[in-house]
């Protein structure tokens, strides 16, 4: 029989003695997806080729009568004298009974169990140093879906840093101050206790109780989600922030009286009319007709209002929007109002010195006696919309010598009006976003838009007869003639 040529690709049948030659001429035979070349000198270890040419070292053996088969590497990597020794320990490791296969899975669950218990830790340490605002972020995002745009602010705002220029809210540098909750921020979330919660509390109460009452409140509600999270669980004991200490630090919020009484409505309507912006003028008028806040007032769109069904949709931070009734007299104040941009109560411009100046100088004017018109100062945020017109009101108010009236108190002045009429507590109640309680109402009764109108426009035809006030409720809206 011819002895074969160096340059024949080997014999598939017989075992070789392998060498990088032999290797190197193995090919797999047409037809085939694979094929082995078994080697002499290590029982198990076999070259496989496949049919696009790829080579690599394998064992292969018996165990309870199954061929099992394991690979071992690439032949460009292993060396015949590595895949030798490694098939030879394979082959030591089979004959101890034991499948290399479930050795090789357990050591890589093993390791696998490793690096997720590694993971685990660092995960574990990561939420433990987690710090109150990084919590806090997480709180608003997974909760600003079940919350009204205002309540939400709120508990940005509270936590906000200071050290932005601004006109107000300023520490004498022109700076803003840090709010109540940001000295909380950067405190690791585990050593947010009791104590120093109450250290807190006690801090903010001696220059800023309401902020810091309000500041707590949404601390406390915090502080209970955290207890649900999973991912926080043991860092906290219990809530810290409920404890009589801390409440009792901040003490109890004062009840506000302001309010306009009927016999002032007059007076008041003359004041306020006489500031020379429209828009604020307007705006202080339809805070006292609808009993709305002053942030659901403010941010009124164009959007908002249903001139169709004469409705007027409120973003409210209880049930996040409602709808009250577009009564006639509100309707002709904001027809006549200009259309500058998205919302009803817009600005052209921000506040300058030279207001601020000319505003001062009639307050003091007014103080002395001089009665004179309002200034035409225009109020501005950085959103386009005014913003809170306090100094207006005031000025109006010094005016018709009406004292200590605030923003609020106009919303409070809807309520107790409202008395003279004998309204239904509920309908007072979802005109203002209030959720009426259980001695108001038997039932919580929620009343459709026509029949919420009916109340609505009793009350403001009341308002305005008290207040000297007469104008055609039939007329087209802003084509209203008002006469005073």
């Known amino acids: 029989m011819a002895r074969a040529k160096k340059t024949d690709a080997p014999d598939l049948t017989e075992a070789q003695d392998l060498t990088d ?194 500041a707590w409140r949404l601390l406390k509600g915090f502080l209970g989600w955290c207890n649900e999270q999973p991912a926080y669980a043991g860092l906290l004991s219990g809530n810290p922030a409920k404890t009589k200490k801390s409440r009792e630090a901040l003490g109890k919020a004062s009840v506000k009286q302001d309010a306009l009484l009927r016999e002032q409505l007059p007076v008041w309507f003359e004041a306020v009319q006489q500031i020379q912006n429209p828009v604020i003028a307007a705006y202080l008028q339809i805070m006292l007709l609808t009993g709305a806040r002053p942030g659901e007032v403010l941010t009124l769109r164009w959007d908002d209002l249903n001139t169709k069904w004469r409705g007027v949709t409120i973003h409210d931070k209880v049930e996040g929007e409602r709808i009250i009734p577009l009564t006639p007299y509100v309707w002709h104040l904001i027809a006549t109002l200009p259309k500058r941009n998205e919302w009803v109560f817009s600005s052209t411009r921000t506040v300058s010195m030279e207001d601020k100046n000319v505003f001062r100088r009639e307050l003091r004017a007014e103080k002395k006696g001089v009665e004179i018109p309002v200034g035409d100062i225009v109020q501005a945020s950085a959103s386009g919309h005014i913003t809170m017109p306090r100094s207006h009101l005031n000025c109006a108010c010094t005016v018709a010598g009406i004292e200590g009236l605030t923003l609020h108190g106009l919303r409070r002045s809807f309520k107790s009006l409202t008395e003279w009429l004998e309204i239904p507590a509920g309908v007072v109640a979802q005109l203002m976003g209030h959720k009426p309680s259980a001695t108001a109402e038997k039932h919580y009764t929620v009343r459709p838009l026509d029949l919420l109108r009916v109340h609505h426009e009793k009350i403001e035809a009341w308002i305005l007869e008290q207040a000297g006030i007469k104008f055609d409720a039939k007329a087209e809206p802003g084509k209203l003639r008002v006469v005073t």
């Open 21 to 214: 030659g032999l290797i190197e001429r193995l090919t797999c035979p047409t037809g085939k997806q694979q094929a082995f070349l078994r080697d002499t000198k290590a029982p198990g270890l076999r070259v496989r080729v496949t049919n696009t040419g790829a080579k690599s070292f394998v064992f292969e053996a018996k165990l309870n009568r199954q061929t099992i088969r394991r690979t071992i590497g690439d032949v460009r990597a292993w060396t015949i004298e590595a895949a030798r020794t490694e098939a030879n320990r394979l082959r030591v490791t089979l004959d101890a009974g034991d499948d290399p296969r479930e050795l090789e899975r357990d050591k890589l669950a093993a390791k696998a169990e490793k690096q997720a218990a590694a993971a685990a830790k660092v995960e574990a340490d990561k939420v433990a140093a987690m710090t109150v605002g990084e919590a806090w972020a997480n709180y608003l995002i997974e909760r600003k879906p079940h919350w009204g745009e205002l309540h939400y602010k709120d508990h940005v705002k509270l936590a906000r840093a200071g050290g932005v220029k601004a006109k107000r809210g300023t520490d004498g540098r022109g700076v803003t101050i840090d709010m109540p909750l940001f000295a909380l921020m950067g405190l690791p979330l585990r050593d947010l206790t009791a104590p120093v919660i109450e250290e807190w509390a006690a801090k903010e109460a001696k220059t800023r109780p309401t902020s810091a009452r309000l």
